[in-house]
């Protein structure tokens, strides 16, 4: 089950807001006064407005139940306090540092792909290995805003040209699918509907021989121009952030699967070099 929880909020609005992002985390109010340190009779006043919660009160909840940062500072507004959770641009002087560890990641790993994505999945960067895997997409899906995800599943995207489309395509709807009950993010609940509805492209490629990654992996493989390409791939996020827009962003690197790709990337990164 799906819950909408709205994603602006009015004075003493906290308590229906808190009972659906309790319903969404599908924790009782006997657990969440347990975890929070309160009576589950006052926790009952909150979500009925008999009671109204220290500013306190709402973090330590919040916390609880992992909102996300942006949604905290919704609950803190519901409850009639100012946000604690700035947003700054990615561009703002004072995420400088953010930005040299985004591109000492994503340049640390080259001759492989990595990207950097914000919450909606949009391309925030990449590394110079990345247009190997991108080659002959329809243009209009590389104009900014890239979005990574449609890249990915479109029909006129990456999708016909992976061998195990079916397998990749479940892997990434459902990865949307948990960041859509995670935070309950309208956009990416659109996005989801909209990949969802793409038909499945005819794959003229077909899938290459079976390999064992013991269940561990999700592999993706991709013909390019190159030949077939098979990656894996790891999330990294910012550890404690107190900023939203660093909360928000993910970086994805892709690792080679097998030698062969290893290969050719490091002859494409050779050729781009000269």
Same mark, same amino acid.
């Given at each position: 089950?799906?819950?909408?929880?709205?994603? %602006? =909020?009015?004075?003493? #609005? +906290?308590?229906?807001?808190? !009972?659906?992002?309790?319903? &969404?985390?599908? $924790?009782? @109010? *006997?657990?969440?006064?347990?975890?929070?340190?309160? %009576? =589950?009779?006052?926790? #009952? +006043?909150?979500?009925?407005? !008999?009671?109204?919660?220290? &500013?306190?009160? $709402?973090? @330590? *909840?919040?916390?609880?139940?992992?909102?996300?940062?942006?949604?905290?500072?919704?609950?803190?507004?519901?409850?009639?306090?100012?946000?604690?959770?700035?947003?700054?641009?990615?561009?703002?002087?004072?995420?400088?540092?953010?930005?040299?560890?985004?591109?000492?990641?994503?340049?640390?790993?080259?001759?492989?792909?990595?990207?950097?994505?914000?919450?909606?999945?949009?391309?925030?960067?990449?590394?110079?290995?990345?247009?190997?895997?991108?080659?002959?997409?329809?243009?209009?899906?590389?104009?900014?805003?890239?979005?990574?995800?449609?890249?990915?599943?479109?029909?006129?995207?990456?999708?016909?040209?992976?061998?195990?489309?079916?397998?990749?395509?479940?892997?990434?709807?459902?990865?949307?699918?948990?960041?859509?009950?995670?935070?309950?993010?309208?956009?990416?609940?659109?996005?989801?509907?909209?990949?969802?509805?793409?038909?499945?492209?005819?794959?003229?490629?077909?899938?290459?021989?079976?390999?064992?990654?013991?269940?561990?992996?999700?592999?993706?493989?991709?013909?390019?121009?190159?030949?077939?390409?098979?990656?894996?791939?790891?999330?990294?996020?910012?550890?404690?952030?107190?900023?939203?827009?660093?909360?928000?962003?993910?970086?994805?690197?892709?690792?080679?699967?097998?030698?062969?790709?290893?290969?050719?990337?490091?002859?494409?990164?050779?050729?781009?070099?000269?």
């Amino acid at each position: 089950m799906i819950y909408h929880v709205s994603m %602006s =909020a009015t004075a003493n #609005s +906290f308590g229906p807001l808190l !009972r659906e992002w309790r319903q &969404r985390r599908r $924790v009782s @109010q *006997l657990d969440l006064s347990l975890d929070g340190n309160i %009576s =589950a009779r006052h926790l #009952s +006043f909150l979500e009925t407005g !008999r009671a109204r919660p220290s &500013r306190d009160m $709402v973090l @330590q *909840l919040a916390e609880q139940l992992a909102v996300p940062l942006r949604e905290r500072n919704v609950l803190l507004a519901a409850a009639g306090f100012a946000p604690v959770f700035s947003e700054k641009k990615l561009d703002d002087p004072a995420l400088g540092a953010a930005r040299q560890a985004i591109e000492l990641v994503i340049r640390g790993h080259e001759p492989y792909p990595a990207v950097a994505v914000d919450r909606h999945w949009t391309l925030v960067a990449a590394n110079d290995a990345l247009p190997l895997l991108v080659a002959g997409v329809d243009a209009a899906l590389l104009q900014p805003p890239i979005n990574v995800m449609r890249l990915a599943l479109h029909p006129d995207g990456l999708a016909p040209r992976i061998t195990n489309l079916p397998e990749w395509r479940t892997h990434l709807l459902e990865r949307l699918h948990q960041q859509v009950e995670a935070t309950a993010d309208p956009v990416l609940v659109t996005l989801l509907d909209e990949l969802r509805a793409y038909p499945s492209p005819r794959v003229p490629h077909p899938p290459r021989a079976r390999r064992d990654y013991a269940g561990m992996v999700v592999p993706l493989e991709l013909v390019t121009d190159a030949g077939l390409l098979a990656f894996f791939s790891t999330v990294t996020v910012f550890g404690t952030p107190v900023d939203v827009t660093l909360s928000e962003l993910a970086l994805e690197c892709f690792y080679p699967a097998d030698e062969e790709t290893a290969e050719v990337l490091r002859r494409a990164a050779k050729s781009q070099s000269r």
